[in-house]
């Protein structure tokens, strides 16, 4: 019985184009919407279908969590594993714009493509619940959502100076801008004063941090949620403007350094610097702030850079000495956290020693570390260190104690009062783009601003030739006039609509509840059937939008919570982010303007600086020996995508999705080279679709009948068999729950070894009838574990042992403990840390028994020689360690 018997070859393309074509058919991953099963939810981050179409990168997050809904399936769970599409947005927009097309048109087109694709690989989505973010019949409840924050105080327009991206010409979210430049683009963002919306998450910010405590997600996710909600006590204090009735005020983290506050500093975009300039300092001030204008906030913020600023020309009085103090604007101070002010102590922040040692402004020492520590002594700031040496409170250490005491005496004097800040700012929601939800209010110059009525939603996105974004900081709808003309709903005087349009992850801020009931056209969902499906149980996706969508969707889920729409107020309860693939692509080394040209990435997403991919005319043109590969990330701009259609189409879809899982643990990183993985999987496949042939004619369907009366007769070899296969069986199942599928791809592998080495030692004989009860077993439990792993060959091979339907629709074997069990366990024996036997044991051997065998085991009989033993040191299962007392010098 060789494996190379010609007549058992694998033709995977005749397998996985039948049971795609049966499953759709059949309809097998229509989920109904109620069940006496307990419910299983798992959702995978919502896509933008581009262009490229998915690449095997994608992969590695569709297979695994299609693994793991297959599996709960099987398990008896009633599994809601859906998919949809995020349409609407930045991202296809410009791809539009790019391609020269309607983006309604082109989406449609990209969202066929990729439910071909994740078909080809055998995802089991229900497509019966497909939805489309840029559909009206889902855009109308996104716009039902917004007028219910609008009614709930949670919506609000205002101007303010906001995010500008002038590559993309739209507004942006402050979670949207990275590193100082655009999310999607990469261009430097810049600020620019607009009426926009914005949607109060700051209300929710305590919520938000309190509710992570609850929620199964990685750790550095919860961490990075925490650091940009940025929660922070400490005080605001006012202090008056010297000559003026015009008050500063500031929060601060340490109000117990007030004493040392010799100046204070303003944000360049302060409302109060036109005020307070003095007219011989407003030459100088005014070129200062079209500076700071011109730098992004990472630029402002950074640590190493010459701290610079301008004096206004006035004075504040510090309101615990009444000492008057200068006041500066600097572009190291942001208006986008705590007031836009800040008093500046010297003597114990590092940027404000800097700044008053280049000005020459007093450093005032509240703090010191030492008696004769002076200002004109101090080398650097003293941030957290010393006793203090002024005020009220000399004496006190540098400790948070002393902190809320003096909070405590600032409110007792009327000074001030202890607040929570928080680094969070509202969500910048509109977007002056064509391709968005458009939201729906009216302005009516006698009402004001006035929502749509319900019963006239949705508000529709007209359709529009020209739809590239103004540049003018309105939308191309302002210049649609059927559209912008309206009448009032409360006067039904003349009006104009709202001409921006929601950012794409408003849509996306709810879309996991819509797939409960995505049908519904009187309401955007049922209360039975959130109640049913909801939270999501299993949520899937980059960590990328840590700080984007899952926060936006974790303040929408409370929100409806609070209005009584759903019970739950966290969306997703366990939480899996997958690593990255990446291409070793070849390219060559460039100047760096010429690089950044290019938009290339690192495998960070971080511009590439002196590396640009070779175009496939330099390909030709350039020699091999000077090409530079550099890891990077498939994208259609690089070149380097490999689809899973060329996969399928050479391997076999199974064989894609046995190499994603076991190339290496889902959160790391896989590097892509060739097909090389790939191939090995197909020849795995191979390997078992032979095997397993081999021994199908020994196959018994009443093996379970028979089996238990014979298993207290099997010999070694049987015993060892049996035995792998239940340890497989419950590896496998453990694995897959915990996301470990390269581990359990790999006892899977095991296992076909063990079973080939058993057919081998038939190769010349008859299977005696308990063999052939093994064989049985064994095949069929093996087809049942290969069933969310590799779903085409397991439902190929199923349906030769002569089973009806499919192996979804089996339940998970249940693996036999006693079967699973070891007979013999090694045990480690060492003397003083050191190894000197092991022992072979049974498994359920007493701890004591087990020491006193390593006792008198003849090589730590050797080690004692007269010593005495002073302790057993014992790993029940795995280690006994023989301590010896050390003898005292001179002593026998």
Avoid at 127 to 155: C, K
Avoid at 283 to 304: G, L, M, S, W
Avoid at 630 to 653: F, I
Avoid at 685 to 710: E, G, K
Wanted: aromatic share 10%; net charge negative.
């Amino acid at each position: 019985m060789s494996d190379d018997r010609a007549e058992n070859r694998y033709d995977f393309r005749a397998i996985e184009q039948k049971w795609q074509q049966i499953w759709a058919e059949s309809g097998l991953f229509r989920v109904p919407d109620h069940s006496d099963r307990p419910k299983f939810y798992a959702l995978v981050f919502f896509p933008y279908p581009s262009g490229a179409g998915i690449s095997i990168g994608h992969c590695k997050n569709y297979i695994p969590l299609d693994v793991v809904a297959r599996f709960k399936r099987m398990q008896g769970y009633n599994v809601l594993h859906p998919m949809g599409w995020d349409a609407f947005g930045q991202p296809a927009e410009n791809e539009a714009i790019k391609q020269g097309r309607n983006p309604g048109e082109m989406v449609s087109e990209y969202a066929a493509n990729y439910k071909r694709q994740l078909n080809r690989v055998g995802i089991s989505y229900d497509w019966s619940r497909e939805i489309n973010s840029s559909h009206p019949d889902y855009y109308r409840w996104t716009q039902w959502f917004f007028l219910l924050l609008y009614r709930r105080g949670l919506a609000y327009r205002g101007t303010a100076p906001i995010n500008w991206c002038p590559q993309c010409k739209t507004g942006l979210a402050n979670e949207e801008v990275v590193a100082g430049q655009c999310w999607r683009c990469g261009t430097t963002v810049e600020k620019r004063p607009m009426p926009q919306w914005y949607f109060k998450i700051t209300a929710y910010a305590e919520r938000l941090l309190a509710g992570l405590d609850t929620i199964q997600w990685p750790e550095g996710i919860k961490m990075m949620q925490r650091e940009w909600i940025g929660r922070s006590e400490g005080a605001e204090v006012d202090f008056p403007v010297a000559g003026s009735n015009d008050t500063i005020r500031i929060f601060t983290t340490r109000p117990d350094t007030l004493w040392g506050a010799t100046f204070m500093v303003l944000a360049p975009e302060h409302p109060l610097v036109e005020r307070l300039t003095t007219p011989d300092r407003r030459a100088e001030v005014t070129a200062y702030i079209q500076k700071a204008q011109r730098e992004t906030e990472v630029e402002r913020q950074a640590t190493d850079r010459v701290k610079t600023g301008v004096f206004l020309g006035s004075y504040a009085i510090n309101p615990v000495n009444n000492q008057k103090i200068p006041i500066y604007i600097a572009d190291y101070v942001l208006m986008g956290y705590g007031t836009g002010a800040i008093m500046a102590v010297p003597a114990h922040d590092q940027r404000d020693f800097e700044f008053a040692r280049k000005y020459h402004i007093p450093i005032t020492l509240v703090y010191r570390t030492d008696a004769h520590q002076t200002s004109e002594t101090l080398q650097q700031a003293i941030p957290d260190q010393g006793t203090m040496c002024l005020g009220p409170f000399a004496g006190a250490p540098n400790t948070r104690d002393t902190v809320r005491r003096v909070i405590q005496w600032l409110e007792e004097q009327g000074l001030g009062r202890g607040v929570v800040n928080y680094r969070l700012r509202d969500w910048l929601i509109s977007r002056q783009r064509y391709w968005g939800a458009p939201i729906p209010m009216i302005h009516c110059a006698q009402c004001g601003i006035v929502p749509v009525p319900e019963d006239q939603l949705p508000v529709l996105l007209p359709p529009v030739e020209k739809y590239q974004p103004t540049g003018t900081g309105e939308s191309p709808l302002a210049g649609i006039p059927e559209f912008v003309h309206t009448t009032c709903p409360q006067c039904g005087a003349p009006a104009r609509r709202e001409t921006d349009t929601m950012g794409g992850f408003a849509c996306s801020s709810w879309y996991f509840l819509r797939f409960a009931d995505p049908h519904n056209d009187r309401e955007p969902f049922s209360q039975r059937a959130v109640d049913y499906w909801l939270p999501v149980d299993l949520y899937s996706g980059g960590a990328e939008h840590a700080v984007m969508h899952l926060l936006y969707a974790r303040f929408w889920t409370k929100v409806l919570y609070d209005a009584g729409l759903i019970r739950f107020e966290e969306p997703f309860t366990r939480l899996r982010n997958q690593g990255m693939l990446l291409a070793w692509t070849p390219g060559r080394r460039v100047s760096a303007a010429e690089a950044g040209q290019t938009g290339d990435e690192t495998d960070a997403g971080e511009p590439i600086e002196d590396w640009k991919v070779l175009k496939p005319e330099e390909r030709l043109t350039i020699p091999e020996d000077q090409w530079e590969y550099r890891w990077v990330k498939m994208s259609k701009s690089l070149r380097n995508v490999v689809t899973p259609d060329e996969m399928a189409e050479q391997y076999g879809a199974d064989s894609l999705r046995l190499y994603i899982l076991f190339a290496a643990p889902f959160e790391e990183t896989v590097l892509w080279k060739d097909a090389g993985g790939v191939e090995a999987a197909n020849r795995f496949l191979n390997r078992v679709w032979r095997i397993w042939h081999d021994l199908r004619p020994h196959y018994r369907d009443d093996w379970r009948v028979h089996l238990p009366a014979t298993r207290a007769g099997l010999n070694a070899d049987e015993r060892r068999l049996r035995r792998k296969l239940h340890q497989t069986l419950r590896k496998l199942g453990e694995d897959i729950e915990n996301f470990r599928f390269n581990t359990g791809v790999a006892a899977l592998m095991e296992f076909t070894n063990e079973l080939s080495a058993f057919r081998n030692a038939l190769a010349s004989t008859t299977p005696t009838a308990t063999q052939q009860l093994l064989i049985s077993e064994s095949l069929e439990t093996l087809v049942l574990m290969m069933a969310p792993v590799t779903p085409h060959m397991a439902d190929e091979l199923w349906s030769q042992l002569g089973k009806p339907g499919s192996t979804l629709e089996q339940m998970w074997p249940a693996y036999e403990p006693e079967a699973a069990a070891e007979e013999q366990i090694t045990i480690v024996v060492q003397v003083n840390g050191k190894v000197r036997d092991r022992l072979q044991v049974a498994p359920d051997t007493p701890q004591e028994a087990i020491e006193r065998m390593a006792l008198d085991c003849e090589k730590v009989r050797a080690e004692l020689n007269g010593k005495q033993v002073h302790r057993i040191v014992s790993v029940p299962g795995k280690l006994v360690n023989v301590v010896l007392r050390e003898s005292a010098p001179g002593l026998q």
